[in-house]
């Protein structure tokens, strides 16, 4: 069984950071490209930062989306199954559950989500 489960979020004052968590298990992790979206109330689902599996490559590639590109970094940790999206700068339009996601063997795998909250 398939299990992403996501931490680290909360609520944060503009300007802030965190540091989301999300372990993965049931899967071959390193063979498995990564993925956080996120969704606020009444807003598509959009893709903020992806990593591609480490299977066939020493060096992982990354992408980040262009409202958050200065501001986010995504990376992974094959040996623990986990992946982190570290946000800094935050700010209150960054409000949103965070997602994670796990392309692998040719099934899409969503976690439960993390509630961020970003205050004035």
């Known amino acids: 069984q398939v299990q992403l489960v996501e931490s680290g979020g909360g609520l944060v004052q503009a300007g802030g950071s965190l540091k989301l968590s999300c372990a993965a298990s049931g899967i071959i992790f390193s063979g498995a490209t990564m993925g956080w979206y996120r969704q606020a109330p009444g807003n598509q689902r959009e893709l903020v930062a992806q990593?591609?599996?480490?299977?066939?490559?020493?060096?992982?590639?990354?992408y980040i989306g262009d409202r958050v590109k200065g501001r986010f970094t995504i990376s992974r940790d094959n040996a623990w199954q986990t992946i982190y999206l570290q946000m800094n700068s935050l700010k209150p339009e960054d409000t949103s559950i965070y997602y994670c996601k796990a392309d692998w063997s040719g099934r899409a795998y969503w976690g439960q989500g993390t509630q961020v909250t970003v205050s004035p």
């Open positions: 990593i591609s599996a480490t299977l066939d490559s020493m060096v992982d590639s990354t």
